[in-house]
């Protein structure tokens, strides 16, 4: 099966038909101020109407409030609620209870020590998302273009899909979905130029690149 790839951090028309174009099963849109990649409820529900269903809508939370993602529901009518923030499980379950949609969980990974809340989230939430955790001084809770060790993940036995992000790019997302038998692939900074600008080209070698990682597999 091929595996899910999902481009994050879609801020322009252009980037977005990339993805779509491409074949992206996901296009991310960032809701965090400090991000290069954020963008605005005006600009989101553009881009949302732009997708046009050929690819699941998905917001990327940080520690939002119930108000705020209220705004982001009516404006860009997410598929998946993204939370990479330090929500706790319960924070999970509260907000994929109270706005019905499924939610996906990101977690910041280093040492193997750091899956031993795994099985908590995994319970609450749709899908699990790993990410390298951000440098101590990094102001983004992810799209630093760090990796993680992915070999951490190896054995990692769930009940829900999970994807890998951290430093991905064409270059090495085989490698990583093959050492961490994750289900999907989440690139941002990875398809950019600079911070907050995507590629159309990379975009479209990234998800080239991940679709045909289980074929060499097999």
């Given at each position: 099966m091929s595996p899910l790839v999902k481009i994050c951090g879609l801020s322009t028309p252009e980037t977005l038909d990339a993805a779509l174009e491409a074949g992206a099963d996901m296009v991310g849109f960032v809701f965090f101020p400090k991000s290069p990649r954020n963008?605005?409820?005006e600009a989101a529900k553009a881009l949302?109407?732009?997708t046009g269903g050929r690819a699941k809508k998905v917001a990327l939370l940080v520690d939002a409030d119930d108000a705020e993602i209220a705004s982001i529901m009516e404006?860009?009518?997410p598929d998946v609620l993204q939370l990479h923030g330090k929500e706790s499980p319960e924070r999970t379950t509260e907000i994929r209870t109270r706005f019905g949609?499924?939610?996906?969980?990101?977690?910041?990974?280093?040492?193997?020590?750091?899956?031993t809340?795994?099985?908590a989230f995994a319970e609450v939430a749709d899908l699990?998302?790993?990410d390298a955790k951000p440098p101590k001084d990094a102001v983004l809770p992810g799209g630093n273009g760090v990796a993680f060790d992915w070999p951490i993940l190896a054995g990692l036995d769930l009940a829900k899909p999970f994807m890998v992000s951290g430093g991905l790019d064409a270059g090495n997302v085989r490698d990583a979905l093959a050492l961490t038998k994750a289900q999907g692939a989440d690139v941002s900074s990875g398809v950019e130029t600079?911070?907050?600008?995507?590629?159309?080209?990379?975009?479209r070698d990234f998800v080239e690149a991940a679709r045909t990682a289980r074929e060499e597999q097999a």
């Open positions: 963008v605005s409820l949302g109407e732009r404006a860009l009518r949609v499924p939610v996906m969980k990101a977690l910041g990974v280093s040492t193997r020590d750091d899956l809340g795994v099985p699990l998302l790993f600079a911070p907050g600008i995507k590629d159309p080209r990379r975009i």
